[in-house]
């Protein structure tokens, strides 16, 4: 199957620096790749759609200025925490459709944020 | 609220056994997707059932899906300790295509 990467696999900083996590297609090119965070114990909620070539979109309650995602190349997006607290710890996950309009997507391993 | 909800939260059972969870959802869909989720890792997909269809098996995974009910479960038959995980659905949003729903999920371990 396709493989999604992720980098690094966990970070740990102080409070106030950022933090930048790589999400790679390795094997596929990806035009659209999706974020999501997921708090320990808890389900993955959808954090922003990333477009390569545009600006990405936000759901709901998640601050643009805060998540800061570059779709550099059809196999690179990045997000980035900008000015981190505690409570952006948790963990992160992209996602990458094979295809455009297909159904299934392929995750990446997941990358574990700690604040302190 | 989320799209999916699932149950049991927890399932704790014996290898051998069958592990059944279940899921639903609230509007309309497409289709709907099970992964699985290690601790601390990423998601893998499980197997995919559309709409139309009824019931869809994969290995020792059988999926049913009753769109008249909105609910689906997710039967691991035979059960072993590599099969201890969390088991998510997911629906696709129809606002917008390739963003998932998440159910909360069921945490299953299997003991040997």
């Known amino acids: 199957g396709a493989v999604v990467s992720q980098h690094p696999s966990w970070v740990i900083c102080k409070s106030g620096t950022s933090v930048k996590i790589e999400c790679r297609s390795l094997d596929f090119q990806a035009t659209t790749m999706f974020w999501y965070r997921q708090f320990p114990k808890q389900s993955l909620m959808l954090m922003a759609t990333?477009?390569?070539?545009?600006?990405?979109?936000?759901e709901q309650g998640v601050e643009k200025d805060k998540f800061l995602i570059n779709h550099a190349s059809l196999t690179l997006s990045t997000l980035t925490v900008t000015s981190a607290h505690p409570e952006d710890s948790s963990f992160y996950i992209c996602s990458a459709p094979l295809e455009l309009f297909t159904d299934t997507q392929y995750f990446g391993p997941g990358t574990r944020l700690t604040v302190l | 609220s989320q799209q999916g909800e699932e149950d049991p939260q927890a399932l704790s059972i014996q290898e051998g056994e069958n592990a059944t969870m279940n899921c639903s959802y609230k509007?309309?869909?497409?289709?709907l997707q099970w992964y699985r989720q290690n601790s601390g890792r990423g998601l893998v997909h499980l197997i995919l059932?559309?709409?139309?269809?009824r019931e869809k098996h994969s290995g020792r995974l059988r999926v049913t899906l009753d769109t008249s009910k909105k609910s689906s479960s997710l039967l691991i038959t035979a059960s072993r300790a590599a099969d201890t995980a969390s088991y998510f659905c997911a629906t696709h949003r129809t606002d917008s295509w390739g963003k998932l729903q998440f159910g909360a999920g069921t945490q299953v371990v299997v003991t040997p």
């Open positions: 059932i559309r709409s139309n269809e």
């Open positions: 509007t309309s869909i497409n289709n």
């Open positions: 990333s477009n390569e070539g545009s600006k990405a979109t936000y």
